[in-house]
C-alpha cells in the first residue's frame, strides 16, 4: 500500500497537479488547508479536477483555513471520505481523524479548544484497536513538528496526550508550514509531510504494520 499524503495546499493547485501526474500511489490522504478562506464551491472543484487525474480514494480532514462547511461534507459515491470525528476501515486499518486546528492568535475559521481535541479523539479511540490505528490531523502534537519561526512550539496539547495514552500506529499532519519531518512518540510514528503549496509531500509505504515514509519535494 502506497499512500499519497498531502498538507497545506492554500489553493495553490498547480503543484498539485504536478504530484498526482508524477507519483503512482493507492490512496491519498490530505491533512487539511486546501484553501486560504475559500468557500466550499472551491474545494468541491479541486475535488472534481483531482478525480479527473487520478481514481484513487481519497481520505481527507479540514484544515483551520478552510471552509466550516467543509466540515459536514463528503462524497462517498467519488471515493471521498471526511474522517473528521469519524473511524473508517482503510484495507486492514482504521482512519480516524480530527481537523482544523487548537485555538491560535488569528480566529481562523475552525478552531476548537484542547479539551474538545482530547475528548472527541478519546470517544473515539477508545472503542477501537489503536494497534491498527491511521491518526490523521490538521495540527501536530505539541512539541513534535509544530516548531514555528519564532522557535515556539505550537501544537496541540491535547492530541499529544491521546498519542500517549493510546499510543496508535501512526499520526499524519501538517498546519505548520516550516516544518516537514518524522519523528516517533513512544511507538507511534508521526508525518509531517511539509507544505503542498510550496512543493512538500511524503509518500508513505505500508506493509502489515511497518509503515516506511519518504519525503519528497517537487
Known amino acids: 500500500m502506497r499512500i499519497l499524503l498531502l498538507s497545506d495546499i492554500h489553493g495553490r493547485t498547480s503543484l498539485l497537479w504536478r504530484i498526482l501526474e508524477k507519483e503512482t500511489f493507492d490512496a491519498i490522504f490530505v491533512a487539511g488547508d486546501f484553501t486560504y478562506f475559500e468557500p466550499l464551491s472551491r474545494l468541491k472543484?479541486?475535488?472534481k479536477k483531482m478525480r479527473e487525474i487520478t481514481s484513487a480514494p481519497i481520505y481527507f480532514v479540514p484544515g483551520n483555513c478552510d471552509p466550516p462547511d467543509l466540515i459536514a461534507f463528503s462524497d462517498e459515491s467519488q471515493k471521498i471520505f471526511n474522517v473528521h470525528e469519524k473511524a473508517i476501515p482503510?484495507?486492514?486499518?482504521?482512519?480516524v481523524g480530527f481537523g482544523g486546528s487548537n485555538i491560535t492568535p488569528f480566529s481562523t475559521l475552525i478552531e476548537f479548544p484542547e479539551n474538545i481535541i482530547k475528548d472527541k479523539l478519546a470517544n473515539i479511540l477508545e472503542k477501537i484497536n489503536p494497534d491498527k490505528t491511521l491518526l490523521l490531523t490538521h495540527v501536530p502534537p505539541y512539541n513534535t513538528l509544530d516548531k514555528i519561526y519564532s522557535g515556539e512550539h505550537v501544537g496541540s496539547t491535547g492530541l499529544r496526550e491521546i498519542i500517549e495514552k493510546f499510543n496508535p500506529l501512526a499520526?499524519?499532519?501538517?498546519?505548520?508550514?516550516?516544518?516537514?519531518?518524522?519523528?516517533?512518540?513512544?511507538?507511534?510514528?508521526?508525518i509531517h509531510p511539509g507544505p503542498a503549496m510550496r512543493g512538500y509531500y511524503a509518500i508513505v509505504k505500508i506493509?502489515?504494520?511497518?509503515?516506511?515514509?519518504?519525503?519528497?519535494k517537487i
Open 171 to 190: 499520526v499524519f499532519c501538517g498546519h505548520i508550514h516550516e516544518e516537514q519531518g518524522v519523528t516517533y512518540i513512544g511507538r507511534t510514528i508521526v
Open 45 to 47: 472543484r479541486i475535488f
Open 90 to 95: 482503510f484495507e486492514d486499518k482504521i482512519v
Open 207 to 216: 506493509n502489515k504494520d511497518k509503515i516506511t515514509p519518504i519525503l519528497r
